[in-house]
């Protein structure tokens, strides 16, 4: 008779422990957030700029980067199991663009060094940045970063 009891107990406890994981896993909050927006400078869209998302509240908060399209739209997204997904709480957004001039494969060394920063370094300073949000839902858009070269 102990014998069968202990069949019966062990498929149940390994159910039991199955159910578990899955719940830590799937009941958990570890679905990323979205967060989405558009970057202009002097009033046109930003195509090509690198952003990163940098957590001012809380260590934890972590960077995201993520870069503009053609549009200057970007969207910053981690996925489900990424150790730094996006958090609600409060960030500053750092943007850079670099750009070689047309003739840069003519110049020596094909043009390395000959890059130039087209954003002003304040958007680039996380202490001098004026590009702060909040993130406070599953799914943000940021009104849009409207950047000035003066």
Do not use: W
Request: with cysteine; hydrophobic share 35%.
């Amino acid at each position: 008779m102990k014998t069968s009891l202990k069949r019966l107990f062990v498929p149940c406890g390994t159910v039991a422990m199955l159910l578990s994981l899955i719940c830590l896993g799937g009941c958990s909050n570890s679905q990323a957030t979205k967060v989405t927006g558009q970057v202009t400078l002097d009033g046109a869209p930003l195509d090509g700029a690198n952003l990163q998302l940098v957590g001012t509240s809380d260590p934890a908060l972590g960077m995201h980067s993520t870069s503009t399209d053609a549009e200057g739209k970007f969207s910053f997204t981690e996925p489900g199991d990424s150790t730094t997904p996006i958090k609600t709480g409060s960030y500053v957004v750092l943007v850079s663009k670099r750009t070689l001039p047309p003739d840069a494969a003519n110049l020596p060394g094909g043009g390395m060094g000959a890059d130039k920063e087209i954003v002003p370094a304040v958007y680039q300073d996380k202490e001098k940045s004026p590009l702060k949000v909040d993130v406070n839902a599953a799914k943000t858009e940021l009104p849009p970063l409207q950047l000035s070269s003066k």
